[in-house]
């Protein structure tokens, strides 16, 4: 028997590079994954290790780089660690370096807090028609729309018990994959159909989202979630009530104390999973709850 092609590295790391300009920030969102191989027979053979860099370093390598190199772009950022890999390394003679990023494009604010984002080319609209001969319910709606805040948010003051080991901050990414609907005021039987500009209600209901999510100082995603849905009830008249559910997508700080690097809210692992799952109704006074509780019956 002999051994044929092979590789090894640490596949779809998630680093998340903050470049601060004053008020304005900037963001690289990228998924990179590393594959090295070279002279690899032994520890395939023998079990021998003396020619393996451990994917954990590899890992630490992405991170560690993001801070000291930035990330200009995925292929200066994939060019500099495959060299790094390959020249560091004798018996490393090829390195892939994958890179998948990710497109977040700016939500403007009043006032010009250039901290807000919103992922592009993403979001998932969604509309449930109901008509039983007297009456009409629509329900429109959205999905895998994904935000974020790079500061204006935080997280303390909480019930702490034998159990709890999550830090308070005063300073955090606060992002989330928003799925909202939201349901229109009752319709006459007019068999035609309900008559509105739904391309405009539709516009109008995702901008007043997109703003209040960028426009609150987050003390928690719940308080974010309930002056969304109230912004959008104060400024769309047609509305009657709103469901959000909003998983909160994880930044934690990549920790670059043992390479003898400071790591100033710059450089983040943006965990997927497990995840905190925010969901509530917002409703105006009066107004019966229909929305039903699991948006993904929408």
């Not at 300009?21 to 998924?31: A, F, P, Q």
């Not at 901008?207 to 609150?216: I, M, P, W």
């Not at 709103?242 to 690097?261: M, Q």
Request: glycine share 8%.
């Amino acid at each position: 028997m002999i051994l044929g092609q092979n590789q090894y590295g640490k596949a779809e790391n998630r680093v998340v590079r903050i470049t601060r300009d004053g008020s304005t920030h900037h963001i690289k969102d990228l998924n990179v994954s590393v594959s090295l191989s070279g002279d690899m027979t032994d520890v395939h053979l023998s079990g021998s290790n003396a020619n393996i860099l451990t994917t954990d370093t590899t890992k630490n390598t992405v991170f560690a780089f993001a801070k000291e190199h930035g990330i200009a772009s995925a292929e200066e950022f994939g060019i500099r660690l495959a060299r790094h890999f390959v020249t560091g390394q004798p018996a490393i003679t090829t390195a892939r370096i994958r890179v998948e990023e990710y497109a977040w494009g700016r939500i403007e604010t009043p006032g010009s807090k250039r901290h807000s984002f919103v992922r592009e080319n993403q979001e998932v609209r969604t509309a449930q028609i109901t008509f039983d001969g007297t009456a009409w319910e629509v329900v429109s709606g959205l999905k895998d729309l994904v935000v974020l805040n790079s500061t204006d948010s935080e997280f303390t003051g909480y019930v702490k018990d034998r159990y709890t080991t999550l830090p308070e901050t005063r300073d955090r990414i606060l992002a989330t994959q928003v799925q909202a609907c939201w349901r229109h005021a009752g319709h006459d039987a007019d068999r035609t159909g309900p008559h509105a500009d739904w391309e405009d209600s539709y516009r109008q209901a995702r901008e007043h989202l997109l703003q209040a999510f960028a426009g609150t100082y987050s003390l928690s995603l719940q308080q974010t979630l309930y002056r969304m849905g109230t912004r959008v009830l104060e400024n769309c008249p047609g509305i009657e009530e709103i469901r959000l559910s909003l998983p909160n997508k994880h930044h934690f700080l990549a920790d670059l104390e043992p390479f003898g690097l400071e790591n100033d809210n710059e450089v983040y692992f943006a965990a997927d999973r497990p995840y905190g799952l925010i969901e509530a109704t917002v409703l105006r006074d009066g107004a019966e709850p229909r929305i039903p509780v699991d948006l993904t019956n929408l």
